[in-house]
Protein backbone atom coordinates (compact mmCIF):
# COMPACT_ATOMS: atom_id res chain seq x y z
CA UNK A 1 0.00 0.00 0.00
CA UNK A 2 1.46 3.53 -1.04
CA UNK A 3 1.80 6.38 1.70
CA UNK A 4 -1.39 8.82 1.77
CA UNK A 5 -1.11 11.98 0.55
CA UNK A 6 -2.87 13.64 3.29
CA UNK A 7 -3.53 12.49 6.37
CA UNK A 8 -5.34 14.83 9.57
CA UNK A 9 -6.07 13.05 12.58
CA UNK A 10 -7.58 14.88 15.68
CA UNK A 11 -8.77 17.99 13.99
CA UNK A 12 -11.03 20.42 15.93
CA UNK A 13 -11.50 24.61 15.45
CA UNK A 14 -13.53 27.24 16.77
CA UNK A 15 -13.48 30.60 15.75
CA UNK A 16 -16.95 32.07 17.96
CA UNK A 17 -17.91 29.03 17.96
CA UNK A 18 -16.70 25.07 17.73
CA UNK A 19 -16.94 24.23 14.59
CA UNK A 20 -15.65 20.61 14.38
CA UNK A 21 -13.78 18.63 16.30
CA UNK A 22 -12.22 15.00 15.97
CA UNK A 23 -11.92 15.31 12.28
CA UNK A 24 -9.92 12.19 10.78
CA UNK A 25 -9.59 12.31 7.00
CA UNK A 26 -7.14 10.27 4.61
CA UNK A 27 -6.28 10.34 1.16
CA UNK A 28 -4.47 7.79 -0.80
CA UNK A 29 -2.92 8.48 -4.58
CA UNK A 30 -5.58 7.86 -6.79
CA UNK A 31 -8.44 8.75 -4.37
CA UNK A 32 -11.15 11.53 -4.60
CA UNK A 33 -13.02 12.03 -2.13
CA UNK A 34 -15.91 14.65 -1.33
CA UNK A 35 -17.17 16.59 1.50
CA UNK A 36 -20.73 17.67 2.00
CA UNK A 37 -22.49 18.98 4.87
CA UNK A 38 -24.87 22.21 5.10
CA UNK A 39 -24.00 25.82 4.52
CA UNK A 40 -21.68 27.46 7.25
CA UNK A 41 -20.97 24.31 8.59
CA UNK A 42 -17.15 24.47 7.94
CA UNK A 43 -16.23 22.78 5.49
CA UNK A 44 -14.21 25.47 3.58
CA UNK A 45 -12.28 26.03 7.18
CA UNK A 46 -11.68 21.98 6.72
CA UNK A 47 -10.13 22.98 3.62
CA UNK A 48 -7.83 25.17 4.79
CA UNK A 49 -6.95 23.73 7.31
CA UNK A 50 -5.79 20.45 5.29
CA UNK A 51 -3.86 22.52 2.08
CA UNK A 52 -2.02 24.54 4.62
CA UNK A 53 -3.84 27.71 5.27
CA UNK A 54 -4.96 27.28 8.65
CA UNK A 55 -3.67 25.71 11.38
CA UNK A 56 -6.04 24.07 13.40
CA UNK A 57 -6.76 24.31 17.49
CA UNK A 58 -5.92 20.94 18.00
CA UNK A 59 -4.54 17.88 15.43
CA UNK A 60 -2.17 16.85 13.12
CA UNK A 61 -1.67 17.42 9.17
CA UNK A 62 0.33 15.34 7.64
CA UNK A 63 0.73 16.18 3.89
CA UNK A 64 2.95 13.38 1.59
CA UNK A 65 4.17 12.32 4.97
CA UNK A 66 6.03 15.76 6.39
CA UNK A 67 3.75 17.17 9.43
CA UNK A 68 2.89 20.75 8.71
CA UNK A 69 3.02 21.95 12.38
CA UNK A 70 6.90 20.88 12.28
CA UNK A 71 7.62 22.49 8.87
CA UNK A 72 9.66 25.42 8.38
CA UNK A 73 8.37 28.52 6.59
CA UNK A 74 10.49 27.50 3.21
CA UNK A 75 8.69 24.15 3.06
CA UNK A 76 5.66 25.37 3.45
CA UNK A 77 5.76 27.26 0.57
CA UNK A 78 7.20 25.24 -1.58
CA UNK A 79 4.56 22.56 -1.31
CA UNK A 80 2.04 25.44 -1.98
CA UNK A 81 4.10 26.08 -4.98
CA UNK A 82 4.83 22.66 -6.49
CA UNK A 83 2.49 20.05 -4.59
CA UNK A 84 -0.77 22.01 -4.17
CA UNK A 85 -3.31 22.66 -6.33
CA UNK A 86 -6.76 24.64 -4.89
CA UNK A 87 -9.72 25.30 -6.88
CA UNK A 88 -11.98 27.65 -5.58
CA UNK A 89 -16.02 28.91 -6.57
CA UNK A 90 -15.09 32.10 -7.33
CA UNK A 91 -11.58 32.02 -9.32
CA UNK A 92 -8.38 34.79 -8.97
CA UNK A 93 -7.67 35.05 -12.50
CA UNK A 94 -5.32 38.35 -13.63
CA UNK A 95 -8.04 40.63 -15.48
CA UNK A 96 -6.08 42.46 -17.70
CA UNK A 97 -4.32 39.85 -18.79
CA UNK A 98 -4.82 37.08 -21.67
CA UNK A 99 -6.24 33.32 -20.67
CA UNK A 100 -3.07 32.25 -21.97
CA UNK A 101 -0.84 34.80 -19.61
CA UNK A 102 -2.95 33.96 -16.89
CA UNK A 103 -1.72 30.51 -17.25
CA UNK A 104 1.82 30.80 -17.74
CA UNK A 105 2.61 32.54 -14.73
CA UNK A 106 1.67 29.28 -12.79
CA UNK A 107 3.88 27.17 -15.40
CA UNK A 108 6.25 29.81 -15.07
CA UNK A 109 6.41 29.23 -11.06
CA UNK A 110 6.35 25.53 -10.95
CA UNK A 111 8.36 25.16 -14.12
CA UNK A 112 6.14 23.20 -16.26
CA UNK A 113 4.50 22.86 -19.24
CA UNK A 114 0.99 24.06 -20.58
CA UNK A 115 -0.44 20.95 -22.13
CA UNK A 116 -2.59 21.03 -25.49
CA UNK A 117 -4.54 18.53 -24.57
CA UNK A 118 -5.39 19.80 -21.07
CA UNK A 119 -6.79 23.13 -23.07
CA UNK A 120 -8.70 20.95 -25.46
CA UNK A 121 -10.35 19.00 -22.89
CA UNK A 122 -11.32 21.68 -20.97
CA UNK A 123 -12.89 23.02 -24.72
CA UNK A 124 -11.04 26.61 -23.96
CA UNK A 125 -8.11 26.07 -26.56
CA UNK A 126 -10.04 28.89 -28.82
CA UNK A 127 -10.36 31.21 -26.34
CA UNK A 128 -5.82 31.31 -24.57
CA UNK A 129 -5.64 34.94 -26.76
CA UNK A 130 -8.78 36.32 -25.28
CA UNK A 131 -8.75 38.96 -22.41
CA UNK A 132 -9.95 37.37 -19.11
CA UNK A 133 -12.66 40.07 -18.89
CA UNK A 134 -14.33 38.58 -22.24
CA UNK A 135 -14.74 35.28 -21.30
CA UNK A 136 -18.17 34.18 -19.24
CA UNK A 137 -17.82 33.02 -15.76
CA UNK A 138 -17.94 29.45 -17.03
CA UNK A 139 -15.40 30.04 -19.47
CA UNK A 140 -12.68 31.70 -17.10
CA UNK A 141 -13.54 28.76 -14.38
CA UNK A 142 -12.09 26.59 -16.93
CA UNK A 143 -9.26 28.64 -16.97
CA UNK A 144 -8.44 28.85 -14.01
CA UNK A 145 -8.46 24.91 -13.14
CA UNK A 146 -6.17 24.76 -16.34
CA UNK A 147 -4.11 27.34 -14.26
CA UNK A 148 -4.35 24.97 -11.41
CA UNK A 149 -3.33 21.25 -12.99
CA UNK A 150 -0.56 23.14 -15.33
CA UNK A 151 1.35 23.10 -12.16
CA UNK A 152 1.01 19.46 -11.89
CA UNK A 153 0.02 19.24 -8.06
CA UNK A 154 0.13 16.00 -6.60
CA UNK A 155 -3.06 16.97 -4.18
CA UNK A 156 -6.02 19.16 -5.43
CA UNK A 157 -8.23 20.57 -2.86
CA UNK A 158 -11.45 21.74 -4.75
CA UNK A 159 -13.98 24.09 -2.92
CA UNK A 160 -17.35 24.05 -4.90
CA UNK A 161 -15.58 23.82 -7.84
CA UNK A 162 -18.70 23.73 -10.33
CA UNK A 163 -20.84 25.87 -7.94
CA UNK A 164 -21.60 28.21 -10.58
CA UNK A 165 -21.42 26.37 -13.77
CA UNK A 166 -24.27 24.61 -15.81
CA UNK A 167 -24.88 21.07 -15.60
CA UNK A 168 -23.02 20.09 -18.49
CA UNK A 169 -19.70 22.29 -18.11
CA UNK A 170 -20.06 20.59 -14.35
CA UNK A 171 -19.80 17.51 -15.80
CA UNK A 172 -16.92 18.40 -18.09
CA UNK A 173 -15.04 19.92 -15.16
CA UNK A 174 -15.72 16.99 -12.92
CA UNK A 175 -14.57 14.61 -15.91
CA UNK A 176 -11.23 16.53 -16.17
CA UNK A 177 -10.61 16.65 -12.35
CA UNK A 178 -11.43 13.04 -12.14
CA UNK A 179 -8.99 11.77 -15.20
CA UNK A 180 -6.14 14.11 -13.54
CA UNK A 181 -6.18 12.07 -10.73
CA UNK A 182 -6.59 8.61 -12.75
CA UNK A 183 -3.43 9.85 -15.09
CA UNK A 184 -1.29 11.36 -12.46
CA UNK A 185 -2.25 9.69 -9.11
CA UNK A 186 -3.13 13.01 -7.61
CA UNK A 187 -5.38 13.08 -4.97
CA UNK A 188 -8.71 14.55 -5.13
CA UNK A 189 -10.71 16.56 -1.99
CA UNK A 190 -13.95 18.25 -3.29
CA UNK A 191 -16.14 20.50 -1.57
CA UNK A 192 -19.77 20.49 -2.95
CA UNK A 193 -22.93 20.91 -1.62
CA UNK A 194 -23.71 18.51 -4.95
CA UNK A 195 -24.57 15.22 -4.39
CA UNK A 196 -24.35 13.90 -8.13
CA UNK A 197 -20.93 15.66 -8.56
CA UNK A 198 -19.94 13.99 -4.80
CA UNK A 199 -21.81 10.57 -6.04
CA UNK A 200 -18.43 10.50 -8.62
CA UNK A 201 -15.77 10.64 -6.03
CA UNK A 202 -14.56 6.88 -4.75
CA UNK A 203 -16.10 8.47 -0.86
CA UNK A 204 -18.10 11.03 0.35
CA UNK A 205 -17.98 12.17 3.35
CA UNK A 206 -20.44 14.36 5.33
CA UNK A 207 -19.85 17.12 8.17
CA UNK A 208 -22.65 17.33 10.62
CA UNK A 209 -23.14 18.03 13.85
CA UNK A 210 -19.57 19.09 14.33
CA UNK A 211 -18.35 15.69 13.30
CA UNK A 212 -17.16 14.31 9.74
CA UNK A 213 -18.34 10.69 9.45
CA UNK A 214 -17.53 8.63 6.43
CA UNK A 215 -20.95 7.74 4.55
CA UNK A 216 -21.59 4.54 3.43
N1 LIG B 1 -11.61 33.64 9.35
C1 LIG B 1 -12.76 33.51 10.03
N2 LIG B 1 -12.99 34.20 11.15
C2 LIG B 1 -14.12 34.07 11.86
N3 LIG B 1 -15.13 33.24 11.52
C3 LIG B 1 -14.97 32.51 10.40
C4 LIG B 1 -13.79 32.60 9.59
N4 LIG B 1 -13.92 31.75 8.54
C5 LIG B 1 -15.12 31.16 8.68
N5 LIG B 1 -15.75 31.61 9.78
C6 LIG B 1 -17.06 31.14 10.26
O1 LIG B 1 -17.01 29.75 10.44
C7 LIG B 1 -18.21 29.13 10.01
C8 LIG B 1 -17.91 28.09 8.95
O2 LIG B 1 -17.48 28.74 7.77
P1 LIG B 1 -17.06 27.91 6.46
O3 LIG B 1 -15.94 27.01 6.80
O4 LIG B 1 -16.82 28.91 5.40
O5 LIG B 1 -18.37 27.04 6.19
P2 LIG B 1 -18.88 26.31 4.85
O6 LIG B 1 -17.73 26.31 3.88
O7 LIG B 1 -19.28 24.93 5.28
O8 LIG B 1 -20.06 27.07 4.36
C9 LIG B 1 -19.11 30.27 9.52
O9 LIG B 1 -19.99 30.59 10.58
C10 LIG B 1 -18.15 31.39 9.24
O10 LIG B 1 -18.76 32.64 9.41
MG1 LIG C 1 -17.54 27.13 1.99
Given at each position: MSEPLLEAKDISHSF???????VNLSLNPYQSAAIVGRSGCGKSTLLHIFSTFLKPDKGNVTLFAKDLYAQKDEAIEALRRYDIGIIFQFHYL????SAMENVQVATMLSATQIEDRLLEKLEIKEL????????SGGQQQRISIARVLSKRPRIIFADE?????DNETAELVMDVLLDYTKETGAGLLLVTHDESMAARCDSTYKLEDKVLRLQV
Amino acid sequence: MSEPLLEAKDISHSFDTLLFSNVNLSLNPYQSAAIVGRSGCGKSTLLHIFSTFLKPDKGNVTLFAKDLYAQKDEAIEALRRYDIGIIFQFHYLFKGMSAMENVQVATMLSATQIEDRLLEKLEIKELMSHKIGELSGGQQQRISIARVLSKRPRIIFADEPTGNLDNETAELVMDVLLDYTKETGAGLLLVTHDESMAARCDSTYKLEDKVLRLQV
